[in-house]
């Protein structure tokens, strides 16, 4: 999604200016007409707008669309009418890009424009999902009911992604503090030190000479290490972004052991909540299951997701293409298969989504547990490796002097 800058002449023929997001100019003039502004001029945002639009947090992370759903039932429980609801809510939200979505959306459901369609016209900003959430909940007249499950879905997958994203940062950081360490140790540290040594007329002990080596590489080629650095996370960044790549990456992440399967609950978590949300407001199972395909993080549940689809539209039950994608646990397709029987699938999808969010956590704790040692036995063994080295030479030179 791009930014235009546009000047029009609004429904009420005042002048208007503002900033929209779409794919190209022709979308933006078009999402502008369709609110009845006569459109006098459009261009892209300049590179210094964009820059201050990122400083005030474009991006609606999932935490505010929770507490966007939460404030927008409160305020309809009180026996407040959409309308005016939307007036309010618009002064309560931080996020600049949804407090402008949100006052697009109030005009327009001021004109009569049906919601779910006034808040499509802002698809860069409200995702399909609450999109249709919103349209099933107009049709069956509980629109706070829909709202109401957004929000405990909203609030259920940022706190899924942040478990995920724990159980990731936390060994990176550490590894890339244990790696800034010893470059700081190998290209300054012991050069000064092992300077001491210098004029010694006694051969280094062969750990010394090796840790010597080393130093002297970090020394003399430090520009190349931080260019090879570089250009590795260049080339994953653009493996990653091809199809192959992408399938090839995902899989290996299903397989590193403590990582992979924190991912598998994660999936089996989305696949129930985001089912169970859709189906549960009234979504028909087939766009249910479109929604929760393009929702899933891991390419090859994405790909599962769609065949699944693909096996219900012929009338297939759910469970059987979840069991031959074989990257399901087999709790997740016996709850399934119990629930189709039953009748009651909405309510063993929400029993899979607490079960797996809550094995995450667990999941995410233990991963955190078992990488601790690990980095401090790896964090030992090089600082023994640094003392012996460096304290060798020097029980060499009491041996001599003895």
Avoid at 215 to 234: C, P
Avoid at 357 to 372: G, K
Wanted: aromatic share 8%.
């Amino acid at each position: 999604m791009a930014g235009y800058d546009y000047t029009a002449i609004g429904p009420d023929g005042k002048k208007a200016k503002g900033r929209a997001e779409a794919k190209n100019k022709e979308v933006c003039v078009a999402n502008l007409k369709s609110q009845h502004y006569t459109v006098t001029s459009v261009q892209e945002a300049g590179g210094l707008n964009k820059k201050i639009n990122l400083s005030f947090g474009q991006k609606v992370k999932k935490r505010d669309f929770a507490i966007f759903c939460t404030q927008f039932v409160s305020i309809i429980g009180a026996g407040v009418p959409i309308i005016d609801a939307f007036g309010m809510m618009k002064d309560q939200t931080d996020n600049r890009a949804l407090q402008t979505a949100i006052e697009s959306v109030h005009s327009d459901i001021s004109k009569g424009d049906p919601l779910a369609v006034a808040m499509r016209r802002r698809g860069g900003v409200f995702p399909e999902m609450l999109c249709n959430m919103v349209e099933a909940g107009e049709a069956s007249g509980s629109l706070d009911k829909s709202f109401s499950r957004m929000a405990t879905q909203f609030d259920k997958d940022a706190a899924l992604e942040s478990a995920v994203k724990k159980a990731l940062i936390y060994p990176i950081v550490l590894i890339v503090v244990m790696i800034g360490v010893v470059f700081a140790m190998m290209t300054f540290v012991i050069p000064n030190f092992m300077g001491m040594f210098e004029d010694l007329d006694t051969e280094l002990p062969a750990i010394t000479q090796a840790l010597v080596n080393i130093s002297d590489f970090f020394v003399g080629y430090w520009w190349a290490i931080i260019i090879a650095v570089i250009v590795l996370i260049a080339a994953y960044k653009m493996f990653y972004g091809t199809t192959n790549g992408r399938f090839i990456i995902d899989k290996l992440k299903l397989k590193i052991p403590a990582l992979g399967p924190v991912q598998v609950k994660s999936s089996c978590a989305k696949l129930g909540r985001t089912l169970c949300t859709l189906l549960g407001a009234g979504v028909p199972m087939i766009d249910a299951l479109d929604i929760t395909a393009r929702s899933m993080d891991n390419v090859h549940y994405k790909a599962a997701m769609k065949e699944a689809k693909d096996q219900v539209t012929r009338g297939v039950a759910l469970s059987r293409p979840l069991k031959t994608s074989g990257l399901f646990p087999p709790m997740v397709i016996h709850m399934v298969s119990i629930g189709e029987e039953t009748g009651n699938i909405e309510v063993m999808l929400e029993n899979i989504a607490n079960y797996y969010e809550d094995d995450v956590q667990i999941a995410t704790e233990s991963m955190m547990a078992l990488m601790e040692p690990m980095i401090i036995v790896v964090m030992a063994v090089l600082v023994g490796f640094l003392v012996i080295a460096m304290l060798s030479p020097m029980f060499t030179l009491y041996e001599s002097l003895s």
